[in-house]
Every structure is written in structure tokens, then in C-alpha cells.
């Protein structure tokens, strides 16, 4: 482990006297999850870690890291619903955390949105080496419009209560600095791609896949409703994935008249290929994205993937592989199905 990444956490391997306490803030496993495990097996490197989980259904991205003790607390960490909610739940919650976490030398506390690490940074305030490791800021105005604005000048400001935020390329690292004050630094840790074998092309006719976790931002609904023609000639969808939107993404799926949509709810990374092929395309319909590892994993197998044309994903496609509207989406779709046989 290179002394650039020690330095995410403690400043010295001494600073970690204690171990390192992991508090994964989710009630989903995905792709954050699966990059927190990531940097929790760097950092069992040097020290030993203890990983505390809010759902059992994470335990298998956390379960094989060497020097590391896993603990389940159902509920313990954050809790469904939004600003308001989670801070009821960390001042609350404060004597049973600072109990179970006091003796950590470092605590990292991992979160998709900055909602869900407000429970832990309210009950763990003032502990000398608390960090969070958050992939972007998650801006609600892209869908709640003057609502989301109010909503960010609510939570974003939460940030200070940790020492150092980790986060994961530059562009996320310079909107977070414009929300911090006083000694709290914002460090990078980038996305963690596994070698990924090219899928091989079989005489499998080709699929639309979508993979990711099935919220809001993510718009999976919309993208089954959109692909619902006959226009482009794909006949099926696989979607790979879960989260708080999985009955409406059903519901979208038994409505589809064109398109055959299959839910194979959360798959590893390392198990996708198995159910992939050379010729598939990965669509990505997103409102709102920090920077998609799910499109770099799609490169590494060889794929070839279309995204919505938002800020984040302009980093890791080419404008041919962008769309910015239903029809745009279909015609490229129909380009693509027709190359696929020639």
C-alpha cells in the first residue's frame, strides 16, 4: 500500500493505534459498497479493521477482506428518510455509538449521499480522526428543482462535522471544498476497477443492460418506459440491481408491451459476465452521477454503452455514446442494432 493512500486516513500507520472502524451507512449493496470494501481492504493492510454494516445483505463485499472483523447491527446506522430523520436518529442513537465506536483509533464512515452519514457524524462528533468517504454530492435540484436548492443549503454544510472527507476524482473533490470550512480536508481515493475479461460475442441476439442501484437518481423506471417501443429492435432488457425504487422498476417491467425486461436483482461484479455478452449495450439513464464505475467496468469487458448527456458522465463516454432525449436515445439505439449485424 502506497503511503498516498495510508495518508486517506491517518497521517502515520501509528495514528491508527486501535484499529479502524469502517460504519457502512447503506441499506443496499452496489457499486459504493462494493468500492468501500475496497479501501477498507487497503487500510486492513496496516491496521486491523472492524466493519460495522446497517443490512446483512451487505456481508458479502465485506466478508472475504483479510485482518478484518465484521458486525452487523440491523437498523443501527441510518435509517429510511431524508434530512430531518437522520438527525433524530443520531442524536438519539449517540450513547450506543459512542459506546460501540470510542476505542477506534480512525472511524470511516461510508455513504452514498451525505443523508445518510448524518447519523454517525452527529453521534460521533468531536472524535479526533472521523472521515467520510462520499462518491459526489448529491445535488437535489436536478429533481426537485427550488425545493432541492433549499434542501442543499440544509445538508451540505454537514460535511464539517468530519475531519476529512474522501471522495472520488477531482471534480467531486473541488464542488465538496466549496462547502468546507475550518480544518476539514478533502482528500481523493479513485474508483477501484476490477481486471474484467473481454465478454465473448455469441450468437446470443444483442441486449439493452442497465446495472446500478434502483433509486431515483439512477430514473430505471423511465429508461424501461423509453426502450418500450419497436423502434430499435432490441427484444429484451436486463436490469442488475436493487434498491428503494424495485417495486416501481417491476411495475414498469410488467407494463412493457415491446421490450421483455429481466430483474436479476443485485449481481457481483465479478458474476456479471456470466450473464453478459460481447454484444450487449449498457444504457445508463441517470439524472445525476459523480462518475459511473459501472461504465469503465462496461469498457473493460468490451461493451458498448450509451449514457444520458449529464456532467458526470462526460468525464468516461464520447459524445456519439451520449443522448439527450427519448427519441435521440431510440435512434441510437436502432444504429447500434443494425451494426451489430453488419
Given at each position: 500500500m502506497k503511503c498516498a493512500e495510508v495518508a486517506l486516513l491517518a497521517n502515520t500507520p501509528s495514528e491508527a493505534k486501535g484499529g479502524c472502524a469502517f460504519i457502512v451507512a447503506s441499506n443496499v449493496l452496489g457499486g459504493h459498497e462494493y468500492q468501500s470494501a475496497a479501501l477498507a481492504s487497503h487500510y486492513a493492510k496496516i491496521a486491523p479493521v472492524t466493519i460495522f454494516l446497517n443490512q446483512e445483505v451487505l456481508a458479502p463485499a465485506f466478508s472475504r477482506i483479510p485482518n478484518a472483523?465484521?458486525?452487523?447491527?440491523?437498523?443501527?446506522?441510518?435509517?429510511?428518510?431524508?434530512?430531518?430523520?437522520?438527525v433524530l436518529k443520531g442524536a438519539v442513537g449517540k450513547r450506543h455509538l459512542v459506546r460501540q465506536l470510542s476505542g477506534f483509533g480512525e472511524i470511516v464512515v461510508c455513504a452514498g449521499a451525505i443523508e445518510a452519514a448524518i447519523p454517525s457524524a452527529i453521534a460521533l462528533r468531536g472524535h479526533p480522526c472521523l472521515n467520510l468517504y462520499l462518491p459526489f454530492l448529491y445535488d437535489r435540484r436536478v429533481l426537485w428543482g427550488a425545493w432541492g436548492c433549499v434542501y442543499n443549503l440544509l445538508a451540505f454544510p454537514w460535511?464539517?462535522?468530519?475531519?476529512?472527507?474522501?471522495?472520488?476524482?477531482r471534480i467531486q473533490a473541488t464542488l465538496m471544498r466549496r462547502w468546507v470550512w475550518g480544518d476539514t480536508k478533502v482528500r481523493v481515493h479513485r474508483n477501484s476497477v476490477l481486471p474484467l475479461d473481454r465478454l465473448p460475442v455469441t450468437d446470443v441476439a444483442p441486449r439493452l443492460v442497465c446495472i446500478g442501484r434502483l433509486d431515483r437518481q439512477k430514473r430505471v423506471p423511465e429508461l424501461i418506459r423509453a426502450v418500450d417501443s419497436p423502434a430499435h429492435g432490441f427484444k429484451e432488457l436486463l436490469i442488475i440491481g436493487d434498491g428503494p425504487k424495485r417495486d416501481e422498476v417491476?411495475?414498469?417491467?410488467s407494463a412493457a408491451r415491446f421490450?421483455?425486461?429481466d430483474l436479476l436483482g443485485w449481481v457481483p461484479t465479478e458474476q456479471q459476465s456470466r450473464r453478459l455478452n460481447g454484444q450487449d449495450i449498457l444504457v445508463l439513464n441517470s439524472a445525476i452521477e459523480g462518475e459511473p464505475l459501472v461504465l469503465r467496468e462496461a469498457r473493460e469487458r468490451g461493451m458498448r454503452v450509451l449514457a444520458a448527456d449529464i456532467p458526470g458522465v462526460r468525464g468516461v463516454t464520447k459524445p456519439s455514446e451520449r443522448y439527450g432525449s427519448k427519441a435521440a436515445l431510440l435512434g441510437k439505439l436502432a444504429g447500434l442494432r443494425c451494426s451489430s449485424y453488419s
Open positions: 472483523t465484521v458486525i452487523v447491527n440491523p437498523g443501527a446506522y441510518i435509517s429510511r428518510g431524508t434530512l430531518p430523520r437522520q460535511i464539517n462535522l468530519f475531519r476529512s472527507i474522501i471522495t472520488i476524482n417491476r411495475r414498469a417491467a421490450i421483455k425486461v
